[in-house]
């Protein structure tokens, strides 16, 4: 059976870091992508970051750029979210996902309802 699942998450002062972690089982991390969305109260879920693992290419949503950095440890089967520079607005439950067939390009908000397989989530919460 193959699964995802989220851990790292917390509350954090504005500023502050935190890394999330999503572990995969019952497949490898072969296939064409992973990524992470967020989805905050009362908003649609939004992608937020994506890896590619032909060539560990990496993408990132706007508001995220430069603050937030995506990896993988293909040994541990795990993929990692550092997040630094936190904002309140950074404030969601956090879903990593990934699907056998497609590509970064699916790994966002417009076309996230084509990816297969997802975590339960994981709450980052930055307030003071």
């Known amino acids: 059976q193959v699964q995802l699942v989220e851990s790292g998450g917390g509350l954090v002062q504005p500023g502050g870091s935190l890394r999330l972690s999503c572990a995969a089982s019952g497949f490898t991390l072969n296939y064409p992508a992973i990524g992470w969305f967020r989805q905050a109260p009362g908003k649609e879920r939004e992608g937020v970051s994506c890896i590619s693992s032909s060539d560990g290419s990496t993408h990132y949503a706007d508001s995220v750029k430069g603050r937030f950095t995506i990896s993988r440890d293909n040994e541990k089967n795990t993929v990692f979210l550092q997040m630094n520079s936190l904002k309140p607005e950074d404030t969601a439950v956090y879903y990593c996902?990934?699907?056998?067939?497609?590509?970064?390009?699916?790994?966002?908000?417009?076309?996230?309802?084509?990816?297969?397989?997802w975590g339960q989530g994981t709450q980052v919460t930055v307030s003071s």
């Open positions: 996902a990934t699907d056998r067939d497609l590509s970064c390009t699916y790994y966002t908000t417009s076309h996230q309802r084509y990816l297969e397989v």
